[in-house]
């Protein structure tokens, strides 16, 4: 439930917590990387990709000050019991009843009656990632209405858009596997092994991966941590596995000269490149949930920095090893295509489901994200009475996470168009944009406490992003516009 503490019994060590941040990132944006970034260049894409990663990295250090913040706001609000402090007495009238300072009505809450001694200390400002406060929750306490709806719209749309294009990519990555495409413009074949068409196939097993999948919606994030796990170890192995390939092809004298790789460049391609590194950053939606069950809460901000660098690296050796193997036009856009033929058959089919692999354990961690913040949405709502606990709250707002996905991936496998939807402009609100509003309304918020209090300072917040000048927030929203405009340009340029 978002906001709940976390039980001791659901925690995991730093290091599950790390797997479990770096299969977040390196999800189906991963495998469309090696194609944008042959198209750009090699000094282009390389300069984009670091820039973009360290962009993706300072707003997801936005989001856990946020959580820090608003979770010391919180039981800021909530402290009743008077407090003695050493170096000074401190008088706190607060009650139950009390609201948190806001921007409209901050001098009419008495928080700090007097204060004595060298240090000011605020009762119940205690900044910790402990309890896990979903996106929602974090927008309900910074934002305005306004700003409440644009958010819902932005991450529900995101949300919904990505898990439908997962319920629709691995079935139909399954169904290439079972029953392959004849030709590259046949829509609809027989499938004489299953005695199927081609799209009652694929319908078969969208159900079937929702059925199988779809468990672990009902549960927790700890939960799954046996398929985080394993799939893991085939993740690392796989692309190891297409590096590895790569290199070979290139000791057999089959790559591309290094004069030829560096002389190529095409800064047309730029903008879609920045989509696709938004997309296969993306992880920010769901760091609430992934944070809070960790033991060590102090290792956050550095399992944060190691998942992207080590992301990052990935990224970077499988795009220039692509990039000096093939040349650009034959990089396909989903990379493990380009092993489809490879000689060894156990490493092409290996590599064929590797995309499986990559979404699978993806899809349970933003679907029960897309839960939590369902459920945050509507808290409040009064439940029916009844004795049967089947349908309790968690279960509801599973099934109406999980159905939507589905039904539209039993409308249509086209990848492509819902990649449209949802890519870069939902993509570029949860990833930079919220982030960014998110810690300056509550840096904010913070001054207006500081100010009512007449505190000479606030306790310093130990989970406060190491990039805390106000600058690097208009950084990220010019770049965000930048990004918003430019990629817009690019799409209407295409469809004259």
């Given at each position: 439930?978002?906001?709940g503490s ?12 790390f797997v479990?941040?770096f299969n977040?990132?390196v999800?189906?944006?991963a495998?469309t990387?090696p194609?944008s970034f042959a ?9 984009a990709?670091?820039?973009?990663a360290l962009?993706?990295?300072i ?5 856990i000050?946020a959580?820090a913040?608003?979770n ?6 909530n402290e ?5 402090v ?6 706190v009238?607060?009650?139950k009843?009390?609201k948190?300072?806001s ?6 809450v008495?928080f700090?009656?007097?204060?004595e001694?060298?240090?000011?200390y605020?009762s119940?400002l205690?900044?910790d990632?402990s309890?896990?406060?979903e996106?929602a929750a ?20 995101y949300?919904?858009g ?6 629709v990519a691995i079935?139909?990555?399954l169904?290439?596997?079972i029953c ?6 046949m829509?609809?074949?027989d499938?004489?092994d299953?005695s199927?068409?081609s799209?009652?196939?694929?319908r078969?097993?969208?159900?079937a991966?929702?059925v199988?999948?779809?468990s672990f919606?009902?549960g ?6 046996c398929?985080q ?5 085939m993740r690392?192995v796989?692309f190891?596995l297409m590096?590895?390939?790569?290199i070979?092809?290139?000791f057999?004298?089959?790559g591309?000269s ?10 047309l391609?730029l903008?879609?490149?920045f989509?696709v590194?938004?997309y296969?950053f993306?992880c ?10 960790i033991s060590?809460?102090r ?9 992207f ?9 499988l ?5 000096f ?5 034959d ?5 493990t295509l380009?092993f ?6 156990f490493?092409?089919?290996?590599l064929s489901l590797f ?5 699978s354990?993806t ?6 994200t ?5 459920h945050?949405?509507f ?6 009475p009844t004795?049967?606990?089947f ?7 599973a099934?109406?996470?999980l159905l939507?996905?589905l039904a539209?991936?039993?409308?249509t496998e086209d ?5 449209g939807i949802t890519g ?5 609100g949860?990833q930079w ?7 300056y ?5 913070l ?5 009512q209090l007449k505190l000479s300072s606030?306790?310093?917040n130990?989970y406060?992003s190491?990039?805390?000048r ?10 965000s ?7 817009t340009?690019?799409r209407?340029l295409?469809?004259?």
């Amino acid at each position: 439930m978002a906001g709940g503490s976390v039980d001791a019994g659901s925690s995991y060590s730093p290091s599950t917590g790390f797997v479990f941040l770096f299969n977040l990132i390196v999800g189906a944006g991963a495998l469309t990387i090696p194609h944008s970034f042959a198209q750009v260049g090699l000094l282009y894409g390389t300069g984009a990709l670091c820039l973009l990663a360290l962009v993706s990295y300072i707003s997801a250090t936005f989001v856990i000050e946020a959580i820090a913040g608003v979770n010391a706001l919180r039981r800021l609000k909530n402290e009743s019991v008077p407090m003695n402090v050493k170096q000074g007495s401190v008088t706190v009238v607060m009650t139950k009843q009390a609201k948190l300072p806001s921007d409209e009505g901050a001098e009419s809450v008495p928080f700090l009656i007097h204060t004595e001694g060298e240090s000011d200390y605020v009762s119940g400002l205690h900044f910790d990632v402990s309890e896990k406060i979903e996106f929602a929750a974090i927008a309900n306490e910074l934002f305005t209405h306004r700003g409440l709806i644009a958010f819902y719209i932005c991450t529900i749309a995101y949300l919904y858009g990505d898990l439908s294009i997962y319920a629709v990519a691995i079935p139909k990555s399954l169904r290439e596997i079972i029953c392959p495409r004849p030709s590259m413009n046949m829509t609809v074949w027989d499938c004489p092994d299953v005695s199927l068409t081609s799209s009652q196939l694929y319908r078969v097993l969208v159900a079937a991966f929702g059925v199988s999948l779809g468990s672990f919606v009902f549960g927790h994030l700890h939960k799954t941590t046996c398929i985080q796990l394993i799939t893991t170890v085939m993740r690392h192995v796989s692309f190891a596995l297409m590096i590895i390939l790569v290199i070979i092809g290139i000791f057999r004298g089959e790559g591309r000269s290094v004069a030829d790789v560096v002389s190529h460049e095409d800064l047309l391609s730029l903008p879609d490149f920045f989509g696709v590194i938004i997309y296969s950053f993306m992880c920010h939606h769901s760091i609430p949930g992934i944070i809070a069950p960790i033991s060590k809460k102090r290792t956050v901000g550095i399992i944060l920095l190691y998942a992207f660098i080590t992301s990052l690296l990935v990224y970077v050796t499988l795009s220039i090893t692509a990039t000096f193997r093939f040349q650009p036009t034959d990089i396909q856009d989903v990379y493990t295509l380009n092993f489809n033929n490879y000689p060894i058959r156990f490493f092409a089919y290996f590599l064929s489901l590797f995309p499986v692999f990559t979404l699978s354990t993806t899809f349970p961690i933003i679907c029960i994200t897309l839960r939590e913040n369902l459920h945050t949405l509507f808290k409040g709502e009064p439940n029916s009475p009844t004795n049967d606990h089947f349908f309790t709250p968690t279960k509801v707002y599973a099934l109406a996470a999980l159905l939507p996905p589905l039904a539209i991936a039993m409308c249509t496998e086209d990848v492509g168009m819902l990649v449209g939807i949802t890519g870069a402009y939902a993509g570029l609100g949860i990833q930079w944009v919220i982030p960014s509003f998110f810690v300056y309304c509550l840096r904010k918020r913070l001054v207006v406490v500081q100010n009512q209090l007449k505190l000479s300072s606030l306790p310093k917040n130990p989970y406060a992003s190491p990039f805390g000048r106000i600058g690097w927030v208009y950084l990220s929203f010019a770049l965000s516009a930048a990004s918003l405009i430019i990629i817009t340009y690019t799409r209407l340029l295409k469809h004259k």
